[in-house]
């Protein structure tokens, strides 16, 4: 074992209760073990399940909290152990910090369906500690967690696939779903929705955008390439649109009837669902029945396929569409997002700003 350096202390934004109000704390990261990469933060996604962990929404917050799941840093120091990154090598680092190395979703590189996976932050790591996330000017995570990322991609522009992107690319991927010529739906136009959007397209899919309001349709059809848009409250339109879609992908993270989106999918087709919802979601049998389709859901990707998806993205040439904030707006950004007022995915440039103030 090399020798490890003295344990740290970092400034982050924490919540302190359910009110989810963010503001400067200070903690100590663990050492750098043999097979830890201290990472020093360059910027980190805002992504909702970030409004529902502060707000304690899922009733299994603990506090304080510095929430961030799309981090993209630095490395400034490898653990001995550490063959696959360098210090001055751009990385990422997603939603999961840890697993338990052994169980079937484990060995077969989905360890994101590990049930003693470990979060980036709300939770505790395997020392005992609270983890906590990328709304901080550090981090020190086990090399197993942390993604090169490819020359030639801006940092801001990353920071969104490492949530947003892999969430969308994983289904499409694990499914079968990526061949050309495929018609699918995207139902809800946030941040996962327009990496939904770029990602089918670049694959060569027919993308309809669903959405409640006719407020977005420009915005889909101009600026992200989709291809229709359907307003759901459309009966006209939803019937013309019926059995039609070999795929939806659902990001609404609110309650919402699945009946009409069912009915838009062709024989086996399938409604994915993506949308952290804490209410029951109804359907009637049939729908289901009289055409094989699946209800199924998925959870953000594995390391594999965060890798997968950024090589994708560099060849493709995607990228997000951001708003890029200082710290001290951080809160704002929050409550603009609660009200779906961002294009698409606000990042918060963490090293050009100042943490200590408020």
Partial sequence: MGSLEAERKVTGWAARDPSGVLSPYTYTLRNTGPEDVYIKVICCGVCHTDIHQIKNDLGMSNYPMVPGHE??????????DVAKFRVGDTVGVGAIVGCCRNCRPCNGDTEQYCNKKIWSYNDVYSDGKPTQGGFAGAMVVHQKFVVKIPDGLEAEQVAPLLCAGVTVYSPLSHFGLKQSGLRGGILGLG???????????AMGH???????????REEAL??????????????????????SLDYIIDT?????????????LRLDGKLILMGVI??????????????RKTITGSFVGSIKETEEMLEFCKEKGLSSMIEVVKMDYVNKALERLEKNDVRYRFVVDVAGSNLDDE
């Fill in 206 to 216: 027919h993308v309809t955008v669903i959405s409640s309001s006719d407020k977005k």
């Fill in 278 to 291: 804490n209410t029951p979601l109804q359907f009637l049998t049939p729908v289901v029945m009289l055409g």
């Fill in 71 to 80: 981090v993209v840093g630095e490395v400034v120091e490898v653990g001995s």
């Fill in 222 to 243: 101009e600026h992200l390439g989709a291809d229709d848009y359907l307003v759901s409250s459309d009966s006209t339109r939803m019937q013309e649109v019926a059995d």
């Fill in 191 to 201: 941040g996962v929705g327009h990496m939904g959007v770029k990602i089918a397209k």
């Fill in 252 to 264: 609404v993270p609110v309650f919402h009837p699945l009946e009409p989106y069912l009915s838009l």
